[in-house]
Structure formats: structure tokens, C-alpha cells
């Protein structure tokens, strides 16, 4: 059902926010590569070659980024430029890291918090979120490997340590989705910085990165972020509801409306099987098949993904607070198929055939 469900949705898509280079198409690229990696299936690459063609131009000058503003001072932009670097690293053609390099130069004048840590957006000044780290540092770091500039992958991995000292929650064991340093935002907590609440998307955007990171710099380099990787992973795991999902508001069972949100429990599958495969936690063997059987439903039009948060943030938007608090995030919409939800659903379940030592045959449905 999973690859056949996939291969529709990929068939299917358009780019998320037309004329924009944005994050949510890259996380359809990541699952693309995902698959096309663990499956040997053609038809994964084709479905990604199709799909960043669209939004990868030539000029005289360069490959540039279709409707990317490095003005905009967005790490959000940053994600899809990993596809960028793999697709470079995979046929050795100049234009990839020609586009790329648009994503570098923005981060190189990122505005930072005084403890210098990149500001999430222009428009969000002085705070980090969680999102961001998954966003920029796994690029910034690939980067750096792949042109010979270590001292991008020293100043990635300082910046997502300090990150991770900001917004830390002892009493919860936890990450705050984010911090505003300057303590002005009406959300943050005047003594720590921190949003209220812990929100699981949130939280999986960070242990997708820090997996990821590992896999990048090794085990040495790692090390200074290692203990913490390994209880953030622990921590999670020790929050899995019985149906193998996790709550929308991740540590609070009780709280009324709370639901198991499919979105992060994929983001959790995949920073699990991807952690124990580099020896950071023990991931039970069935996280794969719950999930599936926990997010995949048979809707009107054929199997779908369902119970994902559409989005959330912190701060105005659409004349809408957003406070960060449990009864906020529980209120926002919930849809189907988006694809925050579906990319990393395609990474969970291919990093579940690398688990399982399988290499899948073209062309057969699992």
C-alpha cells in the first residue's frame, strides 16, 4: 500500500507554494531520495528530477532558485537545498552546487542572536525555533563537506549546541519550540524565553536534525552533542502512545483535544530507526508497522495519510495569536496528506527497509 500510495502522491504534485522555493517541497525531495536510495527504483529519482527541474533554472550566471529571496532572511528556504547537494554529489554537474551556493550566501549574512544562533526569520527577530535547526544546519554542515569549508561545519555545530542550551526544559525532560532571547514576544516566558508548551512537530524537526547531523560529522565530532541526541531520543520514545503515534501536545495525555498527530510520529519513526541504526537508541521493531497502521486510512479517493497538523507557528498571523500554548496547537486545523507528513513518512519507511536489510524490487507494492 506504502509504495503505491507514495508513487500517487509524487505523481501527483505540484510545488507546495507555487513560484516560491520553499521547505515543504524539499521534504518531498528528502523522501524521494530516501526511496530511490533503499529501493534502487528508478522511478523516485524520476519523480524528483521532474519536480526540482521545475524550480532550478540556468542563466548566464548560474543555476538560480525560482521566486527564492535571500532578502527574505528565511532558514526555512534552506531545507530543499539538500536535494541540491545530493543531486551534485550523485552526477558531479556544476549547476547544483551553483544553486546551492544562493542558500550559503544567505546564511553567511543571517542576521544572529547575540549568543549567535541564526535568527528563525527577519520578520522574527532575536528568537530560534526547533524548526530552523532541521531547516539550515544539516545544509550548512553538507555544505561545508562538500566545498572544503570546514569552518561552516564548526560554526553549524556550535550554533545547534548553543540552540539546544536556549531552549532545554529540565522539568520536561523537552525542547521549547522556541526561544525569543529578547524576551519582548507577548508567547515567551519572561524568565526563560520558552513558549509554553511542546508541540511534536516542533520537537521532530529537531530529532530528525540531530540524527542527520550525526550521520553527517561521525561519531567524534558528534560527541559534544551526543548525550543530549541520545535523551532527546529516549525521552521521545518514553511518550509513544500505545497505538505507537504521538500527541499533538506531546507530554500531555490529559489535555482535552489532544490527538495522535501523524506528521511528527513520522518525524519520530524516522529520527529513531535512523538513531539506532548509528547506535544512539534502541528503536522497537515495530515503529514502522504502527505507524502505518495508525496514520494511513482509506479516504474517498483511495489510501491517505490523515491527522496532521496543517501548521502552527508563534506570534500574529491572520490577525490570529498564536501563544504557544497546548490549547492553541490543539486548535489548529487538522488535514490529509500534506506533505510535512508525507516526506517523512517516505524517510521512515525507507530507512525501515535498511533496518530490515531488504532492497525492494522495482515495481512491487509493500
Given at each position: 500500500?506504502?509504495?503505491?500510495?507514495?508513487?500517487?502522491?509524487?505523481?501527483?504534485?505540484?510545488?507546495?507554494?507555487?513560484?516560491?522555493?520553499?521547505?515543504?517541497?524539499?521534504?518531498?525531495?528528502?523522501?524521494?531520495?530516501?526511496?530511490?536510495?533503499?529501493?534502487?527504483?528508478?522511478?523516485?529519482?524520476?519523480?524528483?528530477?521532474?519536480?526540482?527541474?521545475?524550480?532550478?533554472?540556468?542563466?548566464?550566471?548560474?543555476?538560480?532558485?525560482?521566486?527564492?529571496?535571500?532578502?527574505?532572511?528565511?532558514?526555512?528556504?534552506?531545507?530543499?537545498?539538500?536535494?541540491?547537494?545530493?543531486?551534485?554529489?550523485?552526477?558531479?554537474?556544476?549547476?547544483?552546487?551553483?544553486?546551492?551556493?544562493?542558500?550559503?550566501?544567505?546564511?553567511?549574512?543571517?542576521?544572529?542572536?547575540?549568543?549567535?544562533?541564526?535568527?528563525?526569520?527577519?520578520?522574527?527577530?532575536?528568537?530560534?525555533?526547533?524548526?530552523?535547526?532541521?531547516?539550515?544546519?544539516?545544509?550548512?554542515?553538507?555544505?561545508?563537506?562538500?566545498t572544503g569549508d570546514d569552518a561552516l561545519v564548526?560554526?553549524?555545530?556550535?550554533?545547534?549546541?548553543?540552540?539546544?542550551?536556549?531552549?532545554?526544559?529540565?522539568?520536561?525532560?523537552?525542547?521549547?519550540?522556541?526561544?525569543?532571547?529578547?524576551?519582548?514576544?507577548?508567547?515567551?516566558?519572561?524568565?526563560?524565553?520558552?513558549?509554553?508548551?511542546?508541540?511534536?512537530?516542533?520537537?521532530?524537526?529537531?530529532?530528525?536534525?540531530?540524527?542527520?547531523?550525526?550521520?553527517?560529522?561521525?561519531?567524534?565530532?558528534?560527541?559534544?552533542?551526543?548525550?543530549?541526541?541520545?535523551?532527546?531520543?529516549?525521552?521521545?520514545?518514553?511518550?509513544?502512545?500505545?497505538?505507537?503515534?504521538?500527541?499533538?501536545?506531546?507530554?500531555?495525555?490529559?489535555?482535552?483535544?489532544?490527538?495522535?498527530?501523524?506528521?511528527?510520529?513520522?518525524?519520530?519513526?524516522?529520527?529513531?530507526?535512523?538513531?539506532?541504526?548509528?547506535?544512539?537508541?534502541?528503536?522497537?521493531?515495530?515503529?514502522?508497522?504502527?505507524?502505518?497502521?495508525?496514520?494511513?486510512?482509506?479516504?474517498?479517493?483511495?489510501?491517505?495519510?490523515?491527522?496532521?497538523?496543517?501548521?502552527?507557528?508563534?506570534?500574529?498571523?491572520?490577525?490570529?495569536?498564536?501563544?504557544?500554548?497546548?490549547?492553541?496547537?490543539?486548535?489548529?486545523?487538522?488535514?490529509?496528506?500534506?506533505?510535512?507528513?508525507?516526506?517523512?513518512?517516505?524517510?521512515?519507511?525507507?530507512?525501515?527497509?535498511?533496518?530490515?536489510?531488504?532492497?525492494?524490487?522495482?515495481?512491487?507494492?509493500?
Amino acid at each position: 500500500m506504502l509504495i503505491d500510495f507514495f508513487d500517487a502522491f509524487a505523481r501527483d504534485y505540484h510545488a507546495y507554494k507555487r513560484g516560491t522555493w520553499c521547505y515543504e517541497d524539499g521534504l518531498l525531495y528528502r523522501g524521494l531520495q530516501f526511496l530511490s536510495e533503499a529501493t534502487g527504483d528508478p522511478r523516485w529519482e524520476a519523480h524528483l528530477m521532474r519536480l526540482i527541474n521545475e524550480q532550478v533554472q540556468d542563466g548566464p550566471e548560474g543555476a538560480t532558485l525560482f521566486g527564492y529571496d535571500p532578502a527574505e532572511f528565511n532558514v526555512d528556504h534552506v531545507l530543499s537545498g539538500r536535494s541540491l547537494l545530493y543531486l551534485h554529489q550523485k552526477t558531479g554537474e556544476a549547476r547544483w552546487l551553483s544553486a546551492a551556493g544562493h542558500l550559503l550566501t544567505q546564511l553567511k549574512n543571517h542576521p544572529r542572536t547575540k549568543s549567535g544562533v541564526y535568527w528563525h526569520k527577519l520578520k522574527y527577530p532575536w528568537q530560534v525555533w526547533l524548526d530552523g535547526l532541521y531547516m539550515w544546519a544539516p545544509f550548512q554542515i553538507g555544505y561545508g563537506q562538500e566545498t572544503g569549508d570546514d569552518a561552516l561545519v564548526a560554526d553549524a555545530l556550535q550554533q545547534v549546541s548553543t540552540a539546544l542550551d536556549m531552549t532545554y526544559n529540565a522539568s520536561t525532560g523537552l525542547y521549547a519550540h522556541a526561544v525569543d532571547e529578547a524576551r519582548l514576544q507577548p508567547w515567551a516566558d519572561a524568565q526563560t524565553g520558552h513558549n509554553p508548551a511542546h508541540w511534536s512537530r516542533a520537537v521532530g524537526w529537531l530529532a530528525m536534525a540531530l540524527v542527520d547531523i550525526r550521520e553527517l560529522v561521525g561519531a567524534a565530532r558528534f560527541e559534544p552533542l551526543e548525550a543530549r541526541a541520545r535523551g532527546l531520543l529516549k525521552r521521545t520514545l518514553d511518550l509513544r502512545q500505545p497505538s505507537g503515534l504521538w500527541l499533538q501536545v506531546m507530554d500531555q495525555p490529559d489535555l482535552a483535544g489532544n490527538y495522535g498527530e501523524s506528521s511528527a510520529s513520522a518525524m519520530f519513526v524516522y529520527a529513531l530507526q535512523k538513531g539506532s541504526t548509528l547506535g544512539l537508541c534502541d528503536a522497537p521493531s515495530d515503529l514502522m508497522d504502527k505507524l502505518t497502521a495508525g496514520v494511513m486510512k482509506q479516504g474517498a479517493n483511495g489510501p491517505e495519510m490523515a491527522g496532521m497538523c496543517e501548521v502552527a507557528g508563534l506570534g500574529y498571523y491572520e490577525s490570529r495569536f498564536r501563544d504557544g500554548s497546548a490549547e492553541y496547537y490543539v486548535s489548529e486545523k487538522v488535514v490529509s496528506d500534506d506533505v510535512k507528513g508525507v516526506g517523512p513518512m517516505m524517510m521512515a519507511y525507507a530507512v525501515s527497509l535498511e533496518l530490515e536489510g531488504q532492497r525492494m524490487p522495482s515495481k512491487v507494492s509493500a
